[in-house]
């Protein structure tokens, strides 16, 4: 499958962002879907992740209460709704997928990657 994210940009603090992956090539209700995130010199950082029926959803504490995570198999799309966003979310957002069976947050059980999109939250 492959992963094509969109919808970074800059924002103010306070304001919101809604990040998209459209996956090709195999349905997307194939795979548990999540979002990373890598901040300048960090290491990339768990943010959300949905399984493939939507039944199982993770966030990372930092995230919880201001993102959402949601799927649309039908259209082989999964979004970030992000809220409230403050300077620390600035990182480059990537998207993945993995097959279902193991843990929801841990990248390296994610083998399927897209390019990344930026998003800036100016304070």
């Known amino acids: 499958v492959q992963l094509q994210a969109s919808g970074g940009g800059l924002v103010q603090a306070g304001g919101s962002l809604r990040l998209s992956c459209a996956a090709s090539?195999?349905?997307?209700?194939?795979?548990?879907m999540a979002w990373f995130r890598q901040a300048t010199g960090k290491e990339r950082d768990f943010v959300a992740a949905v399984s493939t029926t939507g039944f199982y959803i993770k966030y990372a504490d930092s995230v919880k209460g201001r993102f959402t995570i949601s799927r649309d198999n039908a259209k082989n799309t999964v979004y970030l709704q992000m809220n409230s966003l403050k300077p620390e979310d600035t990182a480059v957002y990537y998207c993945a997928a993995k097959s279902p069976g193991n843990a929801l947050d841990y990248a390296p059980n994610y083998g399927h990657w897209g390019q990344g999109t930026l998003v800036t939250v100016s304070s």
């Open positions: 090539g195999r349905a997307l209700s194939r795979y548990d």
